[in-house]
């Protein structure tokens, strides 16, 4: 008997029992590997299907093509051909000896034919285990199916040969740390602490692609922590080590770094929303000053937004992103300056910067609230309970997110009789401050303005202005 969950492998409409009979009648081993048989012993839903097979990436290639909607050949260097049909993806690799990344610029692999050899160079044991689609055996020769009882993650083969082949699966390790909340043997994780530098051959791009999926985790926090506390963070993100120290010699706050992990994990795991909370007092370390009143970190938000920019771009991640980040960082105080209300040109304001980062920042600065004093805590909370209040309040009566002069560049110009140039620019960006401060005001209003400005600025007086439609 199949038991209920594995019945997707023998479901005639999906792709392990279609794939099997393709791959079976050309003369192929065809295995469920990897994550796929991973997740399927845990229960957990199935994002894509990853074989292995003793063909070659060629003939891999098609076969696939009989059979599916797109072919594409991924990672063909590595010998990885993924494909679609009817919305499932499925990712079809040769059987692989040995994958050399020591210049991760140039990655050299061999094939074998047998799919003992394929697993013992996998990242570690619960992602080691094959799945026969011919007899729905597991073939498991290191013991995985026991670790994923237990919740243990440990190479296959010795750590030290494991990292060294590739890096990148000490991040690995404690990704999955994070997103299964398994945890690494003390050896192998023991590994990591001696080797963590070997990362910095691995190039940023596989780096960034872990990271993103670490951060978004369900365990990101504690990953985090682990990822600091074996070294690794020091090769890829320096940053982060160093907000392990004191925040104030009474020690009446956690440490930066705990409160950081802390904060990560109360965001929702969204990427962009996960990095700002990870960088938000990134510029801590660097800003600290004791006085008389304490410690203190004046601009560590610009200082941070900063540093945040410099290192996602490190990593490449997206320039979209970056910007984001380093945004949400660079505001996430701002609320905390305006503790003595918010008037309406300061909620104008507010909704301006943030743009449509603002359902973020507002979580962002919700989520900074670490305080074990539940007076300050509730503080936080109903001020920024206050600011949405009243950014609903003012959308009702204005529209406030998409804030600009009555007027645009080119009436100005028209009426002026000037062309493009700086003054225009000058007019323009007062009659958006006034907007803010003011709120709205009519077109006869704005023009009026204009004429005034002119004229203090020698500019000839342009007589009444157009009559125009409001
Ligand atoms: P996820 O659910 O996050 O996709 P996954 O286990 O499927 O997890 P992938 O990165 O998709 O992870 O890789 C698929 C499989 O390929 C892994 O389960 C593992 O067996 C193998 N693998 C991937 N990257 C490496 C690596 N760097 N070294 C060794 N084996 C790897
Ligand atoms: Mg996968």
């Given at each position: 008997m199949i038991p209920k969950r594995l019945d997707f492998l023998v479901s005639p409409d999906l792709p392990p029992a279609q794939l099997h009979q393709l791959f079976d009648v050309a003369g192929h081993q065809l295995f469920l590997v990897g994550g796929s048989v991973r997740d399927a012993f845990l229960e957990r839903p199935l994002e894509d299907y990853d074989f292995a097979t003793d063909a070659r990436p060629d003939r891999i290639a098609e076969l696939l093509e009989t059979w599916a909607d797109v072919v594409y050949r991924v990672g063909a260097t590595f010998g990885t051909v993924a494909a679609r049909k009817n919305g499932h993806v499925v990712e079809v690799t040769t059987f692989r000896n040995e994958v050399y990344r020591d210049d991760s610029r140039k990655p050299q692999v061999t094939f074998s034919d047998d799919i003992e050899t394929d697993l013992a160079r996998r990242d570690f044991t619960v992602n080691a285990i094959a799945l026969s689609l011919m007899d729905m055996e597991p073939i498991d020769p290191h013991g995985g199916l026991s670790d994923l009882a237990t919740g243990v993650l440990r190479t296959p083969l010795d750590p030290e040969i494991s990292f060294s082949e590739d890096p990148l699966r000490m991040l690995r390790l404690f990704r999955f740390e994070g997103t299964l909340g398994f945890t690494g043997e003390a050896r192998t994780v023991g590994a990591v602490a001696e080797m963590g530098e070997r990362l910095e051959i691995v190039s940023a791009e596989r780096i960034r692609d872990e990271l993103s999926k670490l951060v978004v985790a369900p365990d990101a926090g504690k990953a985090l922590d682990r990822v600091v506390a074996s070294g690794l963070?020091?090769?890829?993100?320096p940053e982060l080590p160093a907000l392990a120290m004191e925040q104030d010699p009474h020690q009446r706050h956690k440490d930066v770094l705990a409160h950081t992990l802390a904060v990560v994990d109360k965001t929702r795991p969204e990427l962009v929303l996960r990095l700002a909370a990870l960088f938000h007092d990134i510029g801590k370390p660097d800003t600290r000053q004791f006085g008389k009143d304490g410690v203190s970190f004046h601009h560590h938000e610009v200082v941070g937004a900063r540093l945040t920019r410099r290192r996602l771009k490190a990593l490449r991640f997206p320039g979209e992103v970056v910007a984001d980040v380093s945004r949400l960082v660079f505001l996430h105080l701002r609320p905390h300056t305006l503790k003595m209300g918010w008037t309406d040109s300061a909620v104008r304001r507010y909704v301006r910067d943030a743009g449509e980062l603002l359902p973020y920042l507002n979580e962002l600065v919700r989520c900074d609230v670490t305080t074990a004093n539940p007076r300050r805590a509730r503080a936080v909370q109903s001020r920024i309970d206050e600011l949405e209040e009243r950014i609903a309040e003012l959308s009702a009566k204005e529209e406030i997110s998409r804030l600009r002069a009555p007027i645009d560049g080119n009436q100005v110009m028209g009426y002026l009789g000037i062309g493009p140039g700086p003054n225009v620019g000058d007019i323009m960006g007062l009659m958006l401050e006034r907007r803010i401060d003011e709120g709205p005001y009519s077109v006869g209003e704005a023009y009026a303005m204009v004429r005034d400005w002119a004229i203090a600025q020698g500019i000839p007086d342009p007589g009444p202005p157009p009559d125009e439609e409001e």
């Amino acid at each position: 008997m199949i038991p209920k969950r594995l019945d997707f492998l023998v479901s005639p409409d999906l792709p392990p029992a279609q794939l099997h009979q393709l791959f079976d009648v050309a003369g192929h081993q065809l295995f469920l590997v990897g994550g796929s048989v991973r997740d399927a012993f845990l229960e957990r839903p199935l994002e894509d299907y990853d074989f292995a097979t003793d063909a070659r990436p060629d003939r891999i290639a098609e076969l696939l093509e009989t059979w599916a909607d797109v072919v594409y050949r991924v990672g063909a260097t590595f010998g990885t051909v993924a494909a679609r049909k009817n919305g499932h993806v499925v990712e079809v690799t040769t059987f692989r000896n040995e994958v050399y990344r020591d210049d991760s610029r140039k990655p050299q692999v061999t094939f074998s034919d047998d799919i003992e050899t394929d697993l013992a160079r996998r990242d570690f044991t619960v992602n080691a285990i094959a799945l026969s689609l011919m007899d729905m055996e597991p073939i498991d020769p290191h013991g995985g199916l026991s670790d994923l009882a237990t919740g243990v993650l440990r190479t296959p083969l010795d750590p030290e040969i494991s990292f060294s082949e590739d890096p990148l699966r000490m991040l690995r390790l404690f990704r999955f740390e994070g997103t299964l909340g398994f945890t690494g043997e003390a050896r192998t994780v023991g590994a990591v602490a001696e080797m963590g530098e070997r990362l910095e051959i691995v190039s940023a791009e596989r780096i960034r692609d872990e990271l993103s999926k670490l951060v978004v985790a369900p365990d990101a926090g504690k990953a985090l922590d682990r990822v600091v506390a074996s070294g690794l963070a020091t090769y890829f993100l320096p940053e982060l080590p160093a907000l392990a120290m004191e925040q104030d010699p009474h020690q009446r706050h956690k440490d930066v770094l705990a409160h950081t992990l802390a904060v990560v994990d109360k965001t929702r795991p969204e990427l962009v929303l996960r990095l700002a909370a990870l960088f938000h007092d990134i510029g801590k370390p660097d800003t600290r000053q004791f006085g008389k009143d304490g410690v203190s970190f004046h601009h560590h938000e610009v200082v941070g937004a900063r540093l945040t920019r410099r290192r996602l771009k490190a990593l490449r991640f997206p320039g979209e992103v970056v910007a984001d980040v380093s945004r949400l960082v660079f505001l996430h105080l701002r609320p905390h300056t305006l503790k003595m209300g918010w008037t309406d040109s300061a909620v104008r304001r507010y909704v301006r910067d943030a743009g449509e980062l603002l359902p973020y920042l507002n979580e962002l600065v919700r989520c900074d609230v670490t305080t074990a004093n539940p007076r300050r805590a509730r503080a936080v909370q109903s001020r920024i309970d206050e600011l949405e209040e009243r950014i609903a309040e003012l959308s009702a009566k204005e529209e406030i997110s998409r804030l600009r002069a009555p007027i645009d560049g080119n009436q100005v110009m028209g009426y002026l009789g000037i062309g493009p140039g700086p003054n225009v620019g000058d007019i323009m960006g007062l009659m958006l401050e006034r907007r803010i401060d003011e709120g709205p005001y009519s077109v006869g209003e704005a023009y009026a303005m204009v004429r005034d400005w002119a004229i203090a600025q020698g500019i000839p007086d342009p007589g009444p202005p157009p009559d125009e439609e409001e």
